[in-house]
């Protein structure tokens, strides 16, 4: 069973502080990595994509990958309260077409 | 817009009765995704098409649901004699097919079932 681990929250941090968002996957094999963030009530949203072993930044967001520990984070700098959402981790396992199988989500909030 | 389209937006149907849902990929993207999403859960992938192809449907029920994805127009998601276990939101994706898969969502189509 090919599965997609994150803790469902809510995680609290400050407007300003650092977010943690993390995320555990199955299959080592696995070659793709996406953190998606959805609103309530909305669709998800692209925040990011990563392959390789090691951090790829954009902006306030760093995606943080290491396969050997089957591992995947996303890390929010300089929170802010629009950035309380939900946050989906989702993996294109090896072997499954491009389909992606997608954690249950962390919920965040940003708090003033 | 060039983002993917979806409509409509929300459905209301009775039980037994049929619903169909559409999705327009992202322009210059030809790869089709359904996902759907029951209330307090993740998003579950249902089935992923290219033009006039299925190629993965792993996710469907086996029974009531089909999609297809024609050579011209939008990707239909059909849903037959809907039950009320049904009600949720739809959601489809669509990438370029590239190496990325870099899959981009539409708005979704809550569906209730009365």
């Known amino acids: 069973q090919k599965e997609v681990e994150q803790n469902s929250g809510p995680l609290s941090v400050p407007e300003g502080a650092i977010a943690s968002l993390n995320c555990t996957y199955s299959?080592?094999?696995?070659?793709?990595f996406f953190w998606y963030r959805q609103y309530s009530g909305k669709s998800p949203e692209l925040i990011m994509f990563?392959?390789?072993?090691g951090d790829k930044e954009d902006g306030r967001f760093t995606a943080q990958l290491n396969k050997a520990s089957q591992y995947v984070s996303l890390l929010i700098r300089d929170s802010q309260p629009s950035d309380s959402a939900t946050y989906l981790c989702a993996v294109n396992f090896a072997g499954t077409a491009s389909k992606l199988t997608f954690g249950t989500g962390t919920r965040l909030q940003v708090t003033l | 817009n060039a983002g993917v389209m979806q409509n409509p937006r929300h459905l209301v149907r009775r039980r037994g009765q049929e619903a169909r849902l559409r999705c327009s990929p992202m322009k210059g993207h030809s790869h089709v995704y359904w996902y759907r999403q029951l209330p307090e859960e993740g998003l579950k992938f249902m089935v992923y098409l290219q033009k006039e192809n299925i190629i993965d449907e792993s996710g469907m029920p086996k029974e009531r649901f089909s999609a297809e994805f024609p050579k011209e127009g939008p990707s239909i998601l059909r849903i037959q004699q809907v039950v009320r276990g049904d009600s949720a939101a739809y959601f489809c994706?669509?990438?370029?097919?590239?190496?990325?898969?870099?899959?981009?969502f539409g708005p979704g189509t809550r569906l209730t079932v009365l």
């Open positions: 299959d080592r094999g696995s070659q793709s």
């Open positions: 994706a669509s990438s370029p097919g590239t190496r990325a898969d870099t899959q981009y």
């Open positions: 990563i392959y390789s072993n």
